[in-house]
């Protein structure tokens, strides 16, 4: 019978697969994954969801919303969402700007609806969440 050796290349091997598996699930939830809004609010469908260029899924544990990181300023990301995210089906509204968070209430053709937050982190770059409602605020 084979016995299993441990090393620390292998270990490292392992490490790195779970990083793997655990990057490609948070990159599906912010990409090609379709995601059900809270009862109540309009079909969220993920899918189609603005992201400013060049992020990084951040998984999300309720598996509702968009998240993610960019090393872009906030102040850059937040302009993002005020001229329009380069597209029509999405409309966001700021509601509090400035500072090191912004806020912006956001509707989509099919009536999903809620709240974006654009936030600088400590780390230099900036996070951002989208997440479905139950009522357009």
């Given at each position: ?28 939830l912010g ?83 809620g709240i ?16 479905p409602t139950?009522?357009?605020?």
């Amino acid at each position: 019978m084979a016995k299993a050796q441990f090393h620390r290349g292998g270990l490292l091997a392992i490490s790195a697969a779970v990083l793997i598996v655990t990057f490609a699930s948070g990159y599906a939830l912010g990409h090609g994954t379709t995601h059900q809004a809270s009862a109540g609010a309009g079909a969220c469908t993920w899918t189609t969801f603005p992201s400013y260029p060049n992020v990084t899924a951040l998984p999300r544990p309720d598996n509702a919303g968009v998240a993610y990181r960019t090393f872009a300023s906030a102040s850059r990301v937040a302009r993002f969402y005020q001229a329009g995210a380069g597209q029509t089906a999405w409309t966001f509204v700021a509601t509090q700007d400035g500072g090191p968070t912004w806020v912006f209430h956001f509707t989509e053709n099919s009536g999903c609806h809620g709240i974006l937050t654009v936030q600088a982190d400590q780390a230099g770059g900036t996070v951002v969440e989208a997440n479905p409602t139950s009522t357009a605020d």
